[in-house]
């Protein structure tokens, strides 16, 4: 079993920046793809970014490309999003996933954290 737990949402207003941070504990993820989702009220949950423990190999969505950045600590199992220039649409519950595909299907991760808000306000 792989508990992670996200923190570092809040009330951010547009233009601003946020770090969130997923600690993971228990089975070791360093065979794990890793990943940040995120769902808005009313809408499916929708992939943000991927990153591989091992590698550090990482994959954004179009919406946040060239905005976000992902990152891990390998010596901390942390895992991180740097999230800069941010838009009223970026708000949502974010979540961070593991799991043992390097993909930006939901389902395929196996292991959830409880997520954490991100507002942005206009």
């Known amino acids: 079993q792989v508990q992670l737990v996200e923190s570092g949402g809040g009330l951010v207003q547009a233009g601003g920046s946020l770090t969130l941070s997923c600690a993971a504990s228990?089975?070791?993820?360093?065979?794990?793809?890793m990943g940040w989702f995120r769902q808005a009220p009313g809408k499916e949950r929708e992939f943000v970014a991927a990153i591989t423990w091992r590698v550090g190999t990482t994959h954004y969505s179009d919406s946040v490309k060239g905005r976000f950045t992902i990152s891990r600590d390998n010596a901390k199992n942390a895992m991180y999003l740097q999230m800069n220039s941010l838009k009223p649409e970026d708000t949502a519950v974010y979540y961070c996933a593991a799991g043992p595909s390097f993909v930006v299907v939901a389902s395929s991760y196996a292991y959830w954290g409880q997520g954490t808000q991100v507002t942005v306000s206009s």
């Open positions: 228990g089975r070791t993820v360093s065979s794990y793809a």
